[in-house]
């Protein structure tokens, strides 16, 4: 069936450090790609996406790269901020169907001054 | 404009009650998704509405939840004989479209069955 898998946390860095949480899924056919982002005390938000293999999402210096080769989705980020700290999670949509999401457990991220 | 607006924010309840959660999505939004969060884990799809087309019901987890919407307008989702398994937070999105296009997260409800 359909899963992805994330890396667990929580991941604890300190500020300007380089980010990354692994992102990795199983899929029939093409999915879409998608890093949702939970600040405390926010909803839940997209943060980029990508819809096919090799596409690169970018966002709020975030970038992550749909790699059909490995199944992954990594998020990356050069220098991390304290206002970075919140909940990610990795999602897929399968192509064509309706576009419900399928979500990773989350990766709690706290980065300190 | 105004977003995603789910009610009540929080809901506590005694095992065996039954509850029913409300989700007004953005206005012309015609896809409507109902998920849950339970503690340390990832969102789990519940049920999806897309206009007048048929629900796509296949991750309710039991009979006893149930979910309407009429049209393109709010969505209740209801639970049956609540259990202690049901405490959670119930999240509602809608988009535009499906299948590729961003959908707008509700601030959640949280269900606490005692």
Redesign the interface.
Same mark, same amino acid.
């Given at each position: 069936g359909n899963s992805v898998t994330q890396m667990e946390g929580p991941v604890t860095l300190s500020e300007e450090a380089f980010l990354t949480i692994n992102c990795t899924y199983t899929a029939t056919g093409y999915p879409s790609l998608f890093w949702y982002v939970q600040y405390p005390g926010e909803g839940l938000q997209l943060l980029l996406k990508a819809t096919k293999a090799d596409d690169k999402g970018s966002n709020k210096g975030f970038e992550a790269t749909y790699r059909k080769e490995t199944t992954s989705f990594h998020l990356e980020k050069g220098s991390v901020q304290v206002s970075d700290s919140a909940v990610y999670f990795c999602a897929l949509s399968r192509a064509g169907h309706t576009g419900k999401l399928i979500f990773g457990q989350g990766t709690t991220l706290q980065v300190k001054p | 404009g105004a977003?995603?607006s789910q009610s009540p924010s929080n809901k506590v309840t005694e095992k065996g009650k039954d509850v029913e959660l409300r989700c007004d999505p953005i206005s012309g939004h015609t *896809?409507l998704?109902w998920?849950r969060q339970r503690l340390?884990?990832? %969102?789990?799809?519940l049920i999806?509405f897309?206009g007048n087309s048929a629900p796509?019901k296949s991750?309710l987890p039991s009979d006893r939840f149930s979910a309407e919407r009429t049209g393109e307008s709010v969505s209740t989702l209801t639970i049956q004989r609540t259990q202690q398994e049901d405490s959670a937070v119930y %999240?509602c *999105?809608s988009?535009p479209t499906?299948?590729?296009?961003?959908?707008y997260?509700?601030?959640?409800t949280r269900l606490t069955v005692t």
């Open positions: - | 977003g995603v *896809a998704y998920y340390g884990q990832g %969102l789990e799809f999806y897309q796509d991750g %999240l *999105a988009s499906t299948p590729d296009y961003e959908q997260f509700g601030p959640g």
